[in-house]
């Protein structure tokens, strides 16, 4: 079944430090791959998102993630948290096969930062 | 682009009443899909239109649940015979008609309470 594993429900970083979330999928073949950031109240904004080519992307706010297809993971990693990061995070997969237009998401990761 | 809106934000209900939430997609975006995102849970696909078609609708939607959109354009989402179990935030989500990979715009949800 098709899936998306986040393991960490909650992690908490010092502002300044480096941050790594991580994403592991289950799909029958490479999937689309996103990451999305939801603050409080809000909807959900896209970070960054794979299709193919480059396993290493960059997004908004500084974020990249890196592919991994050997390990099935889409980490996403920051060098230097800022306070306003705080929130959740959220790993998605897309289809890439015919008969389904499904996006599935896995249970987030809420990040709190440290002054 | 104003980006995806819905409304009410915000909808207290009785439980056994009928309640209706709106959502207008970007303008130019084709596909438009309906989520519900529960406290500490990753928003869980309910159903998918391409245009005015209905494509693809969770198994986990209930015969309570009804969804269109008549034109193409904004879709609106039914729940009748609400039950406190539907108290959830309902996400609209729209792309843009291209193909292969797309990443989704999000709105900023309603938030249902049945009570």
């Known amino acids: 079944a098709q899936s998306v594993t986040q393991p960490d429900i909650h992690i908490t970083v010092s502002e300044g430090a480096s941050l790594e979330l991580r994403c592991n999928y289950s799909y029958g073949a490479t999937p689309y791959l996103f990451w999305y950031v939801q603050s409080p109240g809000q909807g959900l904004q896209l970070l960054l998102k794979?299709?193919?080519?480059?396993?290493l992307v960059q997004g908004i706010k500084g974020f990249e993630a890196e592919f991994k297809r050997s390990q099935s993971s889409f980490n996403l990693r920051k060098p230097s948290v800022h306070w306003s990061d705080a929130a959740e995070y959220f790993c998605a997969v897309g289809p890439t096969t015919s008969g389904t237009y499904k996006y599935i998401f896995g249970t987030g990761t809420r990040l709190k930062v440290l002054a | 682009d104003t980006g995806v809106s819905q409304n009410p934000r915000h909808k207290i209900t009785k439980r056994g009443q009928n309640v209706t939430f709106r959502c207008d997609p970007i303008?130019?975006?084709?596909?438009l899909y309906w989520y519900r995102q529960t406290l500490g849970q990753g928003p869980e696909f309910l159903t998918y239109f391409q245009n005015e078609a209905q494509l693809e609708k969770s198994r986990l939607l209930s015969d309570r649940f009804s969804a269109e959109r008549p034109k193409g354009s904004f879709s609106t989402l039914e729940i009748q015979r609400t039950e406190q179990g539907d108290s959830a935030m309902y996400l609209c989500?729209?792309?843009?008609?291209?193909?292969?990979?797309?990443?989704?715009?999000f709105g900023p949800g309603t938030r249902l309470t049945v009570t």
């Open positions: 303008s130019e975006h084709n596909r």
């Open positions: 794979y299709f193919s080519g480059d396993t």
């Open positions: 989500a729209s792309s843009p008609p291209v193909i292969g990979g797309y990443e989704q715009y």
